[in-house]
């Protein structure tokens, strides 16, 4: 396969032989199609494709000589003078009466300076705004972010043609073909602009940052910071999403993985996730209530760490292994699953437990204060040490001078120097 530059010169070149040896004096010509099209052609007379009207469609090659390259026939195009279709490949259709025909692949290569020059024009991505955007495919005019265009399938093409795989996207999109390995990014932090619906399409090794994603999916994708509503057929990784409408439905197979989610149905207690079939779920720090329904296949397998509220087992699990763990509760409504809850503690027990906490640690910080602040003095009339309140008036704790035998003591003569617990 031929590799050229978009804006560098295209060399139509065919060697045509007879018995052996080149044949001469022949009339060849060479047409240069869209390979992505069956029909659409370069017209030679003004430098554009088209599927229909062309004034040259076969352009003649010439012989670059009979005596020195007998047989070779070529023509030189200059691709600054073409409009190139946004696709990377030309396809060349050569014939020679009497010799039959031959085709040539030929792939366009855009030039490092001028990718670059687009690659800054673009911000690195294709912008969408279905709302205010235009149709149009023509690169460098078209898909920029103060020039976006209205439609998903005009995106792509000036994907393709610079080379990118990220859409900036403002409205929505309604997906009638797999979007794979494509990075999608609304244009605001809440996801309230953007709105992708998979319509069951593949979206597998996709992106999606700051936008609302609705119902079915296949394929296994990242979303950051999404609005989920009603997804059914999730498989993936869910980072600091917010879960609204029916909630979402696992793919059969697979696995999924949220972290630090959130139930966004404004007065529902529960956020359900459905099972369809086997399914590895992890959920790290959810947010809000969560019910698991439909777990009916015993390599069912949901790992939940909870923030502060309650995991319900609904009635329609009849199978599979629940691990819980975090702060909150467990209510077991099903039958047949197995729950393993030992590290999971009730809110309730926590809070009295920091209540408990609490007040011993206030009890010591008092009495603390007053040790700092109280009184020692000697008793002599009453032989007794003595310790007194900060105003000298409440005697808080006393010692006697004199042992009472069994306690520990070290002496020296005369003199006691260690004494054992004082008498209460």
């Known amino acids: 396969m031929l590799t050229v530059e978009r804006d560098g010169t295209l060399p139509l070149e065919l060697l045509v032989t007879s018995g052996g040896a080149g044949a001469t004096g022949l009339s060849p010509v060479a047409a240069v199609r869209d390979a992505a099209t069956d029909g659409s052609y370069l017209d030679f007379a003004d430098g554009t494709f088209k599927t229909s ?21 070529a023509r030189r195009i200059a691709l600054s003078g073409v409009t190139l279709p946004a696709g990377e490949h030309l396809a060349i259709e050569y014939s020679a009466p009497g010799h ?81 390995d494509y990075r999608v990014i609304g244009q605001a932090a809440n996801a309230s602009v953007a709105s992708v619906s998979p319509n069951g399409q593949s979206i597998d090794g996709s992106h999606f940052e700051h936008v609302q994603v609705n119902g079915a999916m296949s394929g296994r994708a990242h979303f950051v910071e999404c609005l989920m509503t009603s997804v059914t057929g999730l498989s993936g990784v869910a980072y600091r999403c917010r879960f609204a409408g029916t909630g979402p439905s696992l793919a059969s197979g697979g696995g999924t993985q949220l972290v630090g989610c959130v139930n966004a149905n404004a007065g529902a207690y529960t956020m359900p996730i459905a099972f369809t079939g086997a399914h590895n779920l992890v959920v790290t720090a959810w947010q809000g209530a969560l019910e698991l329904a439909s777990m009916t296949i015993s390599t069912c397998l949901a790992k939940i760490t909870m923030q502060g509220d309650r995991l319900v087992i609904g009635a329609t699990c009849t199978a599979g292994t629940v691990r819980a763990s975090g702060i909150g ?57 003595e310790f007194l309140s900060p105003d000298g008036l409440t005697v808080l704790q006393s010692w006697p001078m004199a042992t009472a035998g069994g306690e520990l003591v070290t002496t020296e003569t005369g003199v006691q120097t260690t004494r054992g617990a004082p008498l209460l």
């Open 53 to 73: 009207a062309w004034t040259t469609r076969q352009a003649a090659l010439t012989e670059l000589s009979a005596s020195n390259a007998p047989g070779k026939y």
């Open 100 to 180: 039959g025909v031959s085709h040539e692949l030929v792939r366009l290569e855009r030039t490092s300076a001028r990718r670059g020059a687009l690659m800054a024009l673009y911000g690195g991505a294709i912008w969408i705004d279905t709302v205010n955007g235009s149709p149009g495919t023509t690169l460098g005019t078209h898909g920029t972010e103060t020039a976006p265009v209205s439609t998903l399938a005009d995106a792509l093409t000036l994907a393709a043609a610079l080379g990118v795989r990220t859409l900036r996207l403002e409205g929505t999109i309604t997906l009638t073909a797999p979007l794979e």
């Open 329 to 385: 509760a467990v209510e077991d409504a099903g039958g047949g699953v197995t729950v393993e809850d030992g590290l999971m503690l009730p809110a309730g027990t926590l809070r009295a437990t920091v209540t408990a906490d609490m007040a011993i640690a206030n009890s010591v910080a008092q009495l603390l204060a007053t040790l700092g602040a109280g009184i020692v003095r000697t008793n002599i009339d009453d032989q007794r040490y």
